[in-house]
């Protein structure tokens, strides 16, 4: 990773996990079910269509502005600003993903909304809600679907989304006004014996994408946005989604 924006790519999609080896014992427990797609915050929607048979889903996200540094610190703010609303996970910048320090138990899809006390949160910024050092993100959860297999996963023996789908290949753009203005996001997820060798797959993926002025022009800094999600497994199932509006003014 040489380059400012290459570096905050790795922070878009990577920041996510919930890995190393779980707990032995505990049985199966009771399938996750599939998270709605209700909108997580006044008026933003979030519509999602499958691509083939996708035997995971994706939870709805929540759109806010945080501190996250700037292109000079190589948005070092990033990781301790997204860990307030995952506080049971840590930054691992072996492999540039959060996985769980704590174990915990699913349903997953409310994990973050239970930790927004205090954030600024909806459809209506500021330009300097993604002025350097802020940023603007959407976050979301990937969970395994009511069908999933159970696996030992670092939340314990669970629901998974087993490594054989893996790697998980993420992309999205950031169109102002019906036009592409940032296309820049695209990464890839690793298997969990990448980094973690005897788990079987992940209980949930966190997925973080998040925006600063640094990466616009003054003239598409404002005006309103929205975004498009492309996930794929390795099978080739996935989901293209959709969520907004974000008007900054």
Known sequence: MTTPKTNKLALLVIVAACGPAGRDGGGEVDAVAAVPDAPSSPDFTFTKTAVGSPAWDVGAPVQLSTTVGTMADNFGDAHSSFLREWPDHQYDSNYNIYSTKTPHQPPYDAEMST????????????????????????????????????????????????????PLDTGADLLR??????????????????WAPGTDGYSHVPLVFFETTEFLTPQTSTGEFSWTFRLRDQTGAGYDLTAGPLVVN
């Open 115 to 166: 930790h927004l006390a205090g954030v600024k949160v909806g459809t209506e910024m500021t330009l300097e809600d993604w002025t350097s050092p802020s940023g603007i993100a959407v976050m979301m959860i990937v969970v395994p679907t009511a069908t999933a297999p159970t696996g030992n996963t670092f939340d314990g023996v669970l629901p998974m989304i087993p490594n054989t789908l893996f």
């Open 177 to 194: 006004a019906g036009t592409i203005v940032d296309p820049n996001f695209s990464s890839s997820y690793p298997p969990s014996t990448k």
